[in-house]
């Protein structure tokens, strides 16, 4: 029997120990998933009277992993939260409303996940669980006319069939649209101004770094290196402000944010992205013909700041009092 995309799921959660199964607590709509399991071929090379190998065996399995998702208002905490290395902090913005605060990490990321993936809802055999999941990179995608989207990629410590199907729920929002997103730029944050753009993509690497012994053929350990962050804003050319801050390697300010369904009469689902130490790495503005818009690119390293004690903050306003 064929089988479609649509019949599936990916479900996921906060494992109490590195690579112990916890059941999944949150379901994410997705576009993409690739939870790809590689299983090392070790041929014996001893010489036993022929020409040929005769023997192999299996050696390493690893599992790497990817998803591409819209950003559903709520759907990804949990997710953010092992990407940036925070557990995040919550207050109570108003009755029945909560804000989140998460910032990039500053030391080691113990945190692991567990996700659980089903390729057919009628078939218990097509679910997998993966353990010890960590986030190598998250990144966060804007385009005009198009959905924020979330590409993540990581890897896990182990596999196994699951012999069950879940029953996914999903958040009934609808994801944060291009209309309803804003991109300032400035000095400072008390600088910093509105301006129209066309595009902007963002990402956190935590340059993951995996061990294996003697004793196991899974990942012993996952660990995170040093964490960078970038971002690139495409925008129409409208002056040379840009370029000169590029051209003199000005500390810049930036913040995207993004607001989408009402969770009050007064308060809107959202989510800010506010960088306070970016340096621009290059600028591309060049003319490519006489018919053409003029156009800027531009890349940006953000870096850690001791004042606001990280390079990223990650600020969400919701209905959801828990990841």
Same mark, same amino acid.
């Given at each position: 029997m064929v089988k479609l995309g649509y019949n599936s799921y990916i479900g996921f959660a906060s494992e109490t120990a590195f690579g112990t199964f916890a059941n999944?607590?949150?379901?994410? *709509?997705?576009?993409?998933? /690739?939870?790809?399991?590689?299983?090392?071929?070790?041929?014996?090379?001893?010489?036993?009277?022929?020409?040929?190998?005769?023997?192999?065996?299996? /050696?390493?399995a690893s599992v790497d992993f990817s998803i591409e998702a819209p950003v559903v208002p709520g759907s990804l905490l949990k997710l953010i939260s092992n990407a940036l290395g925070d557990g995040g902090t919550v207050t109570t913005y108003t009755a029945t409303v909560?804000?989140?605060?998460?910032? /990039?990490?500053?030391?080691?990321?113990?945190?692991?996940?567990?996700?659980?993936?089903?390729r057919d809802l009628t078939d218990s055999l097509s679910t997998y669980n993966y353990t010890g999941g960590k986030i190598n990179t998250m990144a966060f995608n804007m385009n &005009?006319?198009?959905?924020?989207?979330?590409?993540?990629?990581? =890897?896990?410590?182990?596999? &196994?069939?699951?012999?069950t199907? !879940?029953? &996914?729920?999903?958040? #009934?929002?609808?994801?944060?649209?291009?209309?309803?997103?804003?991109? &300032?730029?400035?000095?400072?944050?008390?600088? #910093?101004?509105?301006?129209?753009? *066309?595009?902007?993509?963002? *990402?956190? !690497?935590?340059?993951?770094?995996?061990?294996? +012994?003697v004793g196991s053929a899974y990942r012993d @350990?996952?660990?995170?290196? =040093?964490?960078?962050?970038?971002?690139? +804003?495409?925008?129409?050319y409208a002056d040379a402000t840009l370029y000169n801050r590029y051209l003199n390697g000005t500390k810049t300010y930036i913040s995207a944010l993004f607001t989408a369904h009402s969770i009050t009469a007064v308060v809107n689902h959202s989510v800010k992205f506010e960088f306070a130490n970016c340096y621009a790495n290059n600028?591309?503005?060049?003319? /490519?013909?006489?018919?053409?818009?003029?156009? @800027? $690119? =531009?890349?940006?390293?953000?870096?850690?700041?001791?004042?606001?004690?990280? $390079?990223i903050k990650v600020t969400v306003i919701t209905d959801l009092a828990t990841l």
């Open positions: 999944p607590a949150v379901f994410t *709509e997705y576009n993409s998933e /690739g939870f790809d399991v590689k299983i090392d071929e070790v041929l014996v090379s001893a010489v036993n009277g022929t020409a040929q190998y005769k023997k192999r065996l299996q /050696g390493k909560y804000q989140w605060v998460f910032v /990039g990490r500053t030391a080691n990321n113990s945190r692991s996940l567990s996700f659980q993936v089903n &005009a006319g198009d959905v924020l989207k979330a590409t993540i990629s990581g =890897m896990c410590k182990s596999y &196994a069939a699951a012999n199907v !879940s029953t &996914a729920a999903y958040r #009934a929002f609808n994801p944060y649209i291009f209309k309803n997103g804003t991109i &300032a730029i400035g000095d400072t944050l008390a600088a #910093a101004t509105s301006t129209t753009f *066309e595009s902007i993509n963002i *990402e956190v !690497s935590n340059n993951l770094k995996d061990q294996f +012994v @350990q996952i660990e995170a290196g =040093m964490q960078t962050v970038k971002l690139t +804003v495409n925008k129409p600028f591309k503005g060049n003319i /490519g013909s006489a018919g053409d818009l003029v156009k @800027q $690119s =531009m890349d940006f390293n953000s870096l850690f700041e001791d004042s606001s004690v990280t $390079s």
